[in-house]
C-alpha cells in the first residue's frame, strides 16, 4: 500500500510537467495600439484623422479570426446617417513570414450619427488562413466608407507599423504551400495515435504510462487479496 501514494504523485508530477509543456508551446503573439494618420478622399474633398488601431487575433477552426478596432472616428458627413446607412470594410496587411492582404468586414452602424460628426467605425473582422509558418505581422491598411450611396476612401498616410504578430505554423508542420494552422500554432493530429513529435507529448505519454502502471497495480493487488481469501477459506 506505501507505494500506491507514491505512484500517484509521479502521474500527478507528469501531468503538471505536460500541462507545463502544452502552456510553452502555445503561439506567440504580440498586439500593440498603433497610431494610424488617416487621409480620407469623401464626396465633399479630402480629410483627415488620427486613430489608434488594433487588431487582434484568436484560433478559430483552421485558421485565426483577426479583428480589427478603431478607438476614435474618421471622417464625417454634412448630414445625419441613419442607421444602417454606413457599411466599412477595411484591408489589413499580411507581413513577415507570409504575404498578402486580408479583407475584414463589419456591421452597419447601429444608431444614427449627426452631422459634422465623427464617423465611429464598428469592429471589422476576416478569417486569416496561414500558407507560411514563422513570425505573421497585420497592419491597418485602406478604410472603405458607403454610406448614402457615396464611397469614402481613407488610406493611411504615415507608413503605420503592424498592430499584432502571431508566430503560426502551417498545418502539418510544413513551411510553405496553401494549409491552414492549426490550435495552439502546432500541427493537430487527427487519428487514434499518440503524436511523438515534441517534448510535450513525451511529457502526455509519460502520463499514460504511469496510468497504466498505476492501474495495473491496484488490479494486481486486488488480485493478490481476492487470492489470499480464497486460500484462508
Not at 45 to 55: E, H, L, M, Q, R
Not at 67 to 84: A, D, H, N, R
Request: with cysteine.
Amino acid at each position: 500500500m506505501s507505494s500506491y501514494p507514491k505512484r500517484t504523485a509521479v502521474l500527478a508530477s507528469a501531468a503538471a510537467l505536460a500541462g507545463s509543456a502544452v502552456l510553452l508551446a502555445a503561439p506567440a503573439a504580440h498586439a500593440t495600439v498603433v497610431n494610424v494618420n488617416y487621409k480620407c478622399q469623401t464626396p465633399i474633398g479630402p480629410k483627415s484623422a488620427v486613430s489608434p488601431i488594433d487588431i487582434k487575433g484568436v484560433k478559430s477552426g483552421s485558421g485565426y479570426k483577426i479583428t480589427m478596432s478603431w478607438q476614435k472616428g474618421v471622417s464625417s458627413s454634412p448630414v445625419e446617417l441613419g442607421k444602417g446607412a454606413v457599411n466599412p470594410s477595411a484591408v489589413i496587411k499580411v507581413g513577415g513570414a507570409d504575404s498578402g492582404t486580408l479583407n475584414v468586414t463589419g456591421a452597419a452602424n447601429q444608431a444614427a450619427i449627426p452631422a459634422n460628426t465623427p464617423i465611429k467605425i464598428n469592429d471589422l473582422s476576416g478569417t486569416y488562413t496561414p500558407e507560411k509558418s514563422g513570425k505573421v505581422t497585420f497592419t491597418a491598411g485602406t478604410l472603405t466608407i458607403k454610406a448614402l450611396g457615396t464611397t469614402t476612401t481613407c488610406t493611411p498616410a504615415n507608413n503605420p507599423g503592424p498592430s499584432l504578430t502571431l508566430d503560426v505554423t502551417v498545418a502539418g508542420g510544413g513551411s510553405g504551400g496553401s494549409g491552414s494552422s492549426s490550435s495552439g500554432g502546432t500541427s493537430t493530429d487527427s487519428g487514434g495515435t499518440l503524436p511523438k513529435t515534441g517534448p510535450e507529448d513525451s511529457f502526455v505519454a509519460l502520463g499514460t504510462l504511469g496510468g497504466t502502471v498505476l492501474l495495473a497495480g491496484a488490479a494486481g493487488t486486488l488480485w493478490l487479496t481476492r487470492r489470499n481469501q480464497t486460500v484462508r477459506r
